[in-house]
Every structure is written in C-alpha cells, then in structure tokens.
C-alpha cells in the first residue's frame, strides 16, 4: 500500500481522515503504521485543530498538561516536558507539532482542504469524499475526526456588518496576536474562552466592557511551573496512572469525593471545598458524588463559589451580577481562571449585564443594547461553538440510499456509543455525540476511540468483512438510554451547549454520554466481545440490507 498523497484527486484510499487535530493525527499514525493508505483532510494550514484556531489570549487547558497529552508512545510522554500545570495554546500547539514531526505525520495531510461532502457510493461500497476546492477521493473507509468545538458562532446581531472597528472570535484567532493598547474593547460572552481572555485583555485595553448574558461558575487555576520533581514522578509512573485515569469516570485523575454532601456538616464542607478551592482546577467539582445529581448538594458547593466571588469583586454589585443563580454549578461547563474575578476590580473594567437590556446590534461606531451604546474600537466574541454536531452538519454526508446527515438529524444527533450512525456504513465518527467526550479528558476518549476504530477495521480486513453498520434497533436503544441517563442529572436545568441551547432552533437534546468514562469503555469492549453487537456486519456488499 502507498500513503502517497495526488494533487489530482480522484484517488482510491483505503481511509480518508477528516481532521488534524489530536484525533485526526492519532488515527493517521495508528492506520499508517498498520500499513493502511490513508489521507489526512484539514482546513487549516497545519495540525493542532483547537489548538490551531484558538489563540486568543490566555487560551490553554484546564485538565492538567500531563493528562492532557497522548498516551499512546510512552518514549513521547517521556521526551516531552510540559512548562505549567496548564499549559498555554503555543505550548499545546508545539505539542501537536512536534507530535507530526515525530512521526512523520505531515506527508500523509492536504492542509487548506476543506471537505464539503462525503457520499456512500453504494455499488462500490466506497465513500466519495469532495473537498470545496472540487478534488474528489474516494476510499472504503471514512473517518470524520472533525472535533466537537471547531464551529465557531458569532450570533446575528443586526448592524455588525456596518461596525468599522475590529472584530474577532475567540476561536479563530490572527497568528500575528492582536494589540489592544489604548484600545476601547468589548468582549462578549462569559464562558471559558472569554474567562481566558478577559483578564490579559484587560491588562492591554485602555477600557474593556465585558458583556455578560449568563454568569459561569469559574474556580482558580492556579497555575505554575512543573517543578522538575513533579514531572520525574509523573514519568516514573506514568503507565500507572493512565491506566488509573482510564478507570475513572471523566479519564482525569481527580480526586473523587466517595460521599454525598448531604452526609457531612456545613464546617466539613468548608473545609473540603476550601481545600480544594486552593489547590485549584476542576478537581473542585467532584468533592461530592452527588454534586451534578442532588440540587441540595449542588447548592452546597454552588454557595461556596458565590462567597468567594462575593470576597474577591469589591464593588458587591458587580459581584452579585457576576454570580450564578439560576443553574446548577456544573451544568454548564465548569470554568477555569486565573484572576477573572479580580478583574472586575480593575478601574478600566466595566461588566455591562445584557440579560435585562440584550445587545440589540451595531453600528458604525458602537455596541448597542436595549437602554444603552457602547462606543468601542474593538470587539471580540467569546460566544462559543455550534457544537459536537456542527462541523458534521456543515458537510453534505450521504449514507445507504441517498439518505442525507442533515435529514437523520433534523431532530438531534442519533448515533450508536457516539461511533457511528444507522445508514452510514463503514463511517466512523470520533468521540461523537453519544459518546463522554466533552464531559471527560478528550484526549483519553479521543485514544480511546481510535483505538476502538482501528481495531474493528483491522478485524474486518482480517475476517472479510465488506461493510459495518450500527442496527437501527441498538442505536435507538443507545440514544435512550444516553437521555435517560442525563435525566438523571441536573443537566437539563441549565441553557447548556451540551444541549445545543445556545444556537437558535437547535433541538435540546443533551448530547454528550454522563454515564462516565469508565462505563462506556466497558459497554465499547463488551460490543467487541459480542462480536460487534448492535452492528450488522456483511461479508459481500449485495448482502441484502433493510432500507
Ligand atoms: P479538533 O481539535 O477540533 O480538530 C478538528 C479539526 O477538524 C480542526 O482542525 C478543523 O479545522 C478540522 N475540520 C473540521 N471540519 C472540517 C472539514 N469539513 N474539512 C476539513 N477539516 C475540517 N478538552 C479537554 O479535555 N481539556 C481541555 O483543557 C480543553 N481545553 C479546550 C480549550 C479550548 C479553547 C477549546 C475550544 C476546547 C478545549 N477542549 C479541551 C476540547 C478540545 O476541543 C479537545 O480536547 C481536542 O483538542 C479535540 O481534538 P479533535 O481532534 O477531536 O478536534
Ligand atoms: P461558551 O461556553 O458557549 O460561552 C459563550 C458565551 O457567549 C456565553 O457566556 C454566552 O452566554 C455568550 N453569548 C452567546 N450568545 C450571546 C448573545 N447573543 N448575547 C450575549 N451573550 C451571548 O463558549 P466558550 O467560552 O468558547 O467555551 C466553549 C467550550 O470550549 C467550553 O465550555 C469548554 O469545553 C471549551 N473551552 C475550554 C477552555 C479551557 O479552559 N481549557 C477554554 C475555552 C473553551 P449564555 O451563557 O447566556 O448563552
């Protein structure tokens, strides 16, 4: 087989690969070595993905830097030395870099190729794969590593088209940094992205206006250097602890609270929440077991973030606009900051609340809301993603009998285990929805689902098999018992992008699966077990197949 890569198009691959971020660049390396021809298809100029786009200031990770990293090549995690506990965009991005490097991972990608659409040519049993500059590949496998967070949104806010100053969106950020000095700033929007950006923003901006719909819930980070010793016995040990992290429920080695809070007294709880408050991250979230199941547990911990807002911002107006009231602490995605509330007490900061007066639009000059105009030389969006089903939409997918993706899922995203979809066979889709992905260290699901992937092709090269398919039946089962379980939370309680809430007409369905980590491994393995249970397999194409 050859991985020689035609600018003319029209090949015939044994898999396409849409993506080059952590997934797209694992599942070319992983099917390469196993000696597959395989094409890397990325939009933009180079690998990274996320990391790629995202280079807004202060952007980095908030699962600490040596989880979130491969596992995959243990000489890798030894050779490479992350800086801080969360490393910052250039550093991850390096990362990623030196991970194509390393093996050799360019050559087998077409950068700058958007993919437009993917049909299933059903006589040939291949996928017909065309990007938007028209080049055509064909293979019998497709692979859509197209990552949950890669569509960003800028609402339509009427009149934007006439602002004359600058404008950009978090994710997807010039390369050359921008310069806010002496600048009128507005930022819109209060999830992670902007709980990044606001404080070096501010720093920078002779004035920054913050707008805010929602307040999230953010913790410290507190961030640093990796001291040498720390890293030493994280090396010593590291086979060890990714196979603990493996076992956990979100593939993060936190430190899981065994109890509900309801069962200790209110000096316990500010004990354990301040313990945890200064050790910083999202470790703060699983103090409780019950945190994200029980409204009066959550309400514990919830509490303990309000007061220290209200001890941090010392105007107590702002303070309390800038606490969380109508939602449980962690149903919408926990942020991770670095001085984002003490901002607030920055003479050059103002936090405009806009959910009694909405941005009503721009004009030349200004941001405007319902009782007021903010003149600004500058705005940026921190409004966040159309995402896990977005950039899969935004492609023309054709399965069995002309079916299209966007049709299957007018009303959410049907997937089997968030791997694959009925009527679209020999497509896979990594940490799709469906699956724990955006709930747990994307990484460790990102290596475990290309290992899941590559695995049953390997098998299906080994026992003949043509095709592979989710059963209609399993993947409705699947979708059930997915919403069943998210019943079972708090999540639906909050105006989430985990339920597509954020992106008018959406369906709100709750997309990622909370059933933990380490139960759907243990469902992935038990499908393989059962000979790929809830998949009909055919050894020849024609085999008849239910339209
Ligand atoms: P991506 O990295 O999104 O890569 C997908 C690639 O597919 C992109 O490069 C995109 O250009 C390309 N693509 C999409 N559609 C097409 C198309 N039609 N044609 C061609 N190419 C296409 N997760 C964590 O677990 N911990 C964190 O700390 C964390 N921090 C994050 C910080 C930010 C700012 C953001 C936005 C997300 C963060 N995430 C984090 C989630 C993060 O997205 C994942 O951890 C991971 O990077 C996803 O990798 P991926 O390869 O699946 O997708
Ligand atoms: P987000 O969480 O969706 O936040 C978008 C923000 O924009 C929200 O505050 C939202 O308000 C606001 N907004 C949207 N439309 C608006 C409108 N019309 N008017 C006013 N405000 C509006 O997006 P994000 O911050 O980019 O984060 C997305 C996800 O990426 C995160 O949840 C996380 O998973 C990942 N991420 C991680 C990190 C990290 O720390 N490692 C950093 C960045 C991103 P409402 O809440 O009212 O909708």
């Known amino acids: 087989m050859t991985d020689k890569i035609s600018e003319q198009g029209a090949q015939q691959l044994d898999v396409v690969v849409v993506g080059a971020g952590f997934a797209g660049l694992y599942l070319v390396h992983k099917l390469r070595s196993l000696g597959y021809d395989v094409l890397g298809l990325e939009a933009a100029a180079d690998v990274g993905g996320t990391w790629y786009w995202n280079r807004y200031p202060g952007a980095r990770c908030d699962v600490e830097s040596l989880q979130y990293s491969y596992s995959f090549s243990e000489e890798l995690q030894q050779e490479w030395r992350w800086s801080e506990r969360f490393a910052p965009q250039p550093e991850i991005l390096a990362y990623l870099g ?20 993917a049909r299933y040519e059903e006589s040939a049993n291949l996928w017909s794969i065309a990007t938007e500059a028209g080049k055509c590949f064909s293979a019998r496998f497709c692979i859509m590593a197209t990552g949950n967070l890669s569509v960003g949104r800028i609402p339509e806010f009427a009149g934007l088209q006439d602002f004359a100053g600058e404008i950009y969106h978090t994710g997807n950020w010039p390369h050359e940094g921008v310069d806010f000095t002496g600048k009128r700033v507005g930022v819109v929007g209060t999830g992670s992205s902007a709980v990044q950006s606001i404080p070096p923003i501010a720093q920078q901006a002779e ?10 819930f953010s913790v410290p980070a507190r961030n640093g250097p990796i001291e040498d010793q720390y890293d030493s016995e994280w090396k010593r040990n590291y086979p060890a602890q990714r196979a603990k992290a493996r076992s956990t429920r979100s593939g993060v080695l936190y430190d899981y609270g065994t109890k509900s809070a309801l069962e200790v007294d209110a000096g316990e709880h500010a004990v354990e929440l301040g313990r945890r408050w200064e050790k910083g991250g999202t470790n703060f979230l699983y103090a409780y077991n019950d945190t994200l199941r029980s409204e009066a547990s959550n309400q514990i911990s919830a509490d303990f973030v309000r007061e220290r807002i209200g001890e941090i911002v010392i105007d107590p107006t702002v303070a309390d606009k800038l606490m969380p009231k109508d939602y449980p602490i962690g149903t919408k995605r926990i942020c991770v900051d670095t001085d984002f509330y003490a901002t607030f007490n920055r003479p050059n900061v103002t936090l405009v609340d806009v959910r009694p007066s909405p941005i009503t639009g721009f004009d030349q000059t200004s941001l405007k809301t319902a009782d007021a105009s903010y003149q600004l030389d500058a705005v940026v969006f921190a409004t966040g993603f159309d995402a896990m089903t977005g950039a899969l939409l935004k492609m023309d997918i054709v399965g069995r009998n002309g079916h299209s993706l966007r049709d299957k899922w007018a009303e959410g995203p049907k997937t089997y285990l968030g791997l694959a979809i009925a009527g679209f066979p020999n497509m896979f889709i990594v940490t799709g929805p469906g699956s724990p992905s955006v709930l747990s260290n994307v990484v460790i699901a990102i290596e475990q689902h290309v290992e899941w992937i590559v695995d049953c092709i390997e098998k299906m090269e080994h026992e003949g098999i043509a ?81």
């Not at 030196?98 to 958007?114: E, K």
């Not at 004035?207 to 999230?216: A, D, E, N, S």
């Not at 980590?517 to 055919?538: E, L, M, P, Q, S």
Request: glycine share 6%; net charge negative; aromatic share 14%.
């Open 467 to 547: 095709t592979i398919e989710a059963e209609e039946s399993a993947q409705q089962e699947w979708v059930d018992h997915v919403n069943d379980v998210a019943c079972q939370t708090l999540y639906y309680q909050a105006n989430s992008w985990f339920l597509g809430a954020n992106v008018p007409g959406k369906p709100r369905i709750f997309m990622p699966y909370v059933g933990g980590f380490d139960t759907y491994v243990a469902k992935c393995d038990d499908v393989v077990r059962n000979g790929y249970a809830g998949f009909i397999k055919t050894k020849d194409q024609a085999e008849a197949i239910p339209a």
């Open 207 to 216: 004035h920054l206006y913050v707008f805010q719909r929602t307040p999230h």
């Open 98 to 117: 030196h991970v194509a490097d390393r093996f050799d991972l360019r050559r087998s990608f077409l950068f700058n190729t958007r993919v437009a659409s």
